[in-house]
């Protein structure tokens, strides 16, 4: 298994390009499996997850060609119905093929995702909804079965604004019968590329990025062209990494309006951020004032930039309060944090961070995808260097993390377990 050897104390400084968002592509490749015609999605970006999703729609008979960020997808010889286990476990959104196979072919089964690393994660919304659309469920043997005879429209109010349910409910409407009305739809950037992607292959979808989205169903897609947008996450991580290293990094091909919530953070923080048309330039000079902040469903603070920033508040001045509102379990990188000097205290869904001058190197674990990108940031920053675990997690949602930040002036070494 790889690992990192971050060495610390760097400045950042240059420039780095985003790739395509992860939670835009994921949903929009299973999308792709509503139409037998051919999707070719542009500005891909190479990830684990990317791959996982790959081999989902590979194994139920589409054929995928993906080379140099661009993904054809030839949908024409779908014939199974059923996610494996293997690969649902690998990637929960996995279970993001629900709703088009159900739209599609009126039947899906997928393995119960279960819980994962940053909580627990029903998807009783995802059901309910399937359920007012005509859908009968059925979880036995550790798989869920949902069958339609007659899918249909219906009016749909979700108790939260979740993303995956919002996004899953979006793409079962697309072949019912009838309008679907999904209201406390989640407003996430994501669904409005999920959107335009499913208009692009002649759908009927209005109304995504506010609280309600109508879908008037059809009966035949076409094929489509389309483009991923920027990865508002993996901007915000780089953006978090010019502050933590008092640098000054422009960071290009970002929508700055999807950016905002984490820029007016940042901008709390004393660094300074500046929008152009598609980039942003982040410059940080001394030490960040302690914010609190608090998870939201977009525009509010987004959750998967919870541990990065929480790695730059561990070395800011003051003491910072964040609360997780999002997920139940998403503080598990505060061990790994504290390991390297950070004064961390955990209240329910509350952490407690007292800032300190500086952290120091430690031998730390990568617990999760986003927990990993905190590790790194506070590696950079910290006293002599500090060795990442498990970095597979990282991979799974950056696009070369280490070779994006060592073009930056950072001193990262990918290697294997024996050292
Ligand atoms: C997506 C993102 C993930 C991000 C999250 C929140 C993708 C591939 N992943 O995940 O990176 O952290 O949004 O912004 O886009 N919930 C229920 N019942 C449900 C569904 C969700 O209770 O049926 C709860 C979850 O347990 C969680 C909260 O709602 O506590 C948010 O989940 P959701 O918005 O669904 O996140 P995902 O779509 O899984």
């Known amino acids: 298994m790889e690992k990192f050897i971050v060495m610390g104390r760097t400045r950042l400084e240059g420039t ?7 939670n835009a592509v994921l949903p929009i490749m299973a999308a792709s499996l509503l139409t037998s015609k051919n999707s070719t999605i542009f500005d891909v970006p190479h990830l684990t997850d990317v791959l996982t999703m790959k081999k989902v729609l590979e194994h139920l008979g589409a054929r995928v060609n993906f080379t140099s960020e661009v993904l054809e997808v030839d949908t024409s010889g779908v014939n199974r119905h059923e996610v494996a286990e293997s690969l649902t476990r690998q990637m929960r959104a996995s279970n993001l093929v629900m709703g088009p196979l159900l739209g599609r072919f009126h039947r899906v089964r997928v393995s119960h995702p279960g819980g994962c690393d940053i909580g627990s994660r029903p998807m009783d919304l995802h059901l309910k909804g399937f359920q007012s659309m005509g859908a009968a469920i059925h979880e036995r043997y550790g798989f869920i079965e949902v069958e339609a005879n007659d899918l249909h429209g219906a009016e749909i109010h979700l108790d939260f604004p979740s993303v995956g349910a919002t996004e899953n409910l979006m793409m079962a409407a697309v ?13 996430e950037p994501e669904i409005v590329d999920l959107q335009n992607f499913l208009n692009g292959l002649g759908a009927k979808v209005k109304g995504a990025g506010l609280d309600v ?3 008037e169903g059809v009966t035949s897609l076409n094929s ?7 990865d508002r996450i993996e ?11 008092g640098g000054d990094i422009l960071i290009t091909n970002v929508i700055p309006e999807h950016l905002e919530p984490i820029s007016a953070k940042l901008r709390e923080t004393g660094v300074t951020v500046t929008e152009y048309p598609d980039s942003v330039r982040v410059q940080c000079a001394g030490r960040a004032r302690a914010v609190d902040f608090k998870t939201m469903p977009y525009p509010g603070f987004p959750t998967d930039m919870q541990p990065q920033v929480m790695a730059l508040m561990a070395t800011a001045d003051g003491t910072t309060v964040i609360a997780e509102t999002i997920f139940d379990n998403r503080f598990k990188h ?29 031998f730390v674990e990568a617990t999760d995808l986003r927990a990993g990108a905190a590790l790194v940031l506070a590696g950079l920053a910290a006293e002599d260097a500090t060795i990442i675990e498990n970095i597979y997690h990282i991979d799974r949602g950056y696009a070369q993390l280490d070779g994006k930040l060592n073009g930056l002036g950072a001193r990262i070494m990918r290697v294997n377990n024996h050292r």
């Open 224 to 230: 489509v062209e389309y483009t991923i947008i920027p």
């Open 235 to 245: 901007a915000g991580t780089y953006m978090t990494a010019g502050a933590i290293t």
């Open 175 to 187: 072949l019912a019968k009838g309008q679907t009305v999904i209201r406390n739809a989640a407003k």
């Open 16 to 22: 780095v390009r985003i790739g395509g968002s992860k």
């Open 334 to 362: 505060v061990d790994e944090l504290r390991r390297m000097g950070a004064n961390i205290k955990v209240e329910g869904r509350a952490a407690i961070i007292k800032g300190v001058p500086r952290l120091s190197g430690a």
């Open 213 to 215: 989205i109508r879908v």
